[in-house]
T-cell receptor, first 110, second 112 residues
Framework: DAGVIQSPRHEVTEMGQEVTLRCKPISGHNSLFWYRQTMMRGLELLIYFNNNVPIDDSGMPEDRFSAKMPNASFSTLKIQPSEPRDSAVYFC????????FGSGTRLTVV | GNSVTQMEGPVTLSEEAFLTINCTYTATGYPSLFWYVQYPGEGLQLLLKATKADDKGSNKGFEATYRKETTSFHLEKGSVQVSDSAVYFCALNAGGYNKLIFGAGTRLAVHP
């Protein structure tokens, strides 16, 4: 099993641009979580899905953030427009009985 | 509500020293408890878990025992190595949908 696959690994973008982060969960895992990690705020849960349905998006910081899970094998996290304070490492995790994390996307907004 | 409290880091040890990282929790019901480890530049990896009181999780020389009476799940290792340098997160399963509540993380630095 290839594990949870995130892309891209690194993203550098200019303020105001749209950013799309991608995640492929492990086949058979029915829950998917998006996290953001920064030195200042630590690990924050943004949103999670169960069976492709968003369950709780209360961690999404602003309306600029949106997430979708169109099918069981793919999810996206979009930031539009991006701002420098969005710079962080974004992790996706899928779970069956405990989280399996992807390697993360390091986003830098300049 | 549910919460996890970990000892603050960084924890700095010499190689072969004994390690304890404290973790206490507040939860309704009987959650499962986890330790995750994050090496530099990587995502979190499950290190060990325990699903009920008095269970002991173990992996790679690390151990933690689920103590219901003290609501604790302290991580221990008898002899740390430089390669154990990482950030360690304690977490509990908050019930529905396998959502996890994480502690703030404890950074461990092991020197030769």
């Amino acid at each position: 099993d290839a594990g949870v696959i995130q892309s891209p690994r690194h993203e550098v973008t200019e303020m105001g641009q749209e950013v799309t982060l991608r995640c492929k969960p492990i086949s058979g895992h029915n829950s998917l979580f998006w996290y953001r990690q920064t030195m200042m705020r630590g690990l924050e849960l943004l949103i999670y899905f169960n069976n492709n349905v968003p369950i709780d998006d209360s961690g999404m910081p602003e309306d600029r953030f949106s997430a979708k899970m169109p099918n069981a094998s793919f999810s996206t996290l979009k930031i539009q427009p991006s701002e420098p304070r969005d710079s962080a490492v974004y992790f996706c995790a899928s779970t069956f009985c405990g989280h399996t994390f992807g390697s993360g996307t390091r986003l830098t907004v300049v | 509500g549910n919460s996890v409290t970990q000892m603050e880091g960084p924890v700095t040890l010499s190689e072969e020293a004994f390690l304890t990282i404290n973790c206490t929790y507040t939860a309704t019901g009987y959650p499962s408890l986890f330790w995750y480890v994050q090496y530099p530049g990587e995502g979190l990896q499950l290190l060990l878990k325990a699903t009920k009181a008095d269970d002991k999780g173990s992996n790679k020389g690390f151990e933690a025992t689920y103590r219901k009476e003290t609501t604790s799940f302290h991580l221990e290792k008898g002899s740390v190595q430089v390669s154990d340098s990482a950030v360690y997160f304690c977490a509990l399963n908050a019930g529905g949908y396998n959502k996890l509540i994480f502690g703030a993380g404890t950074r461990l630095a092991v020197h030769p």
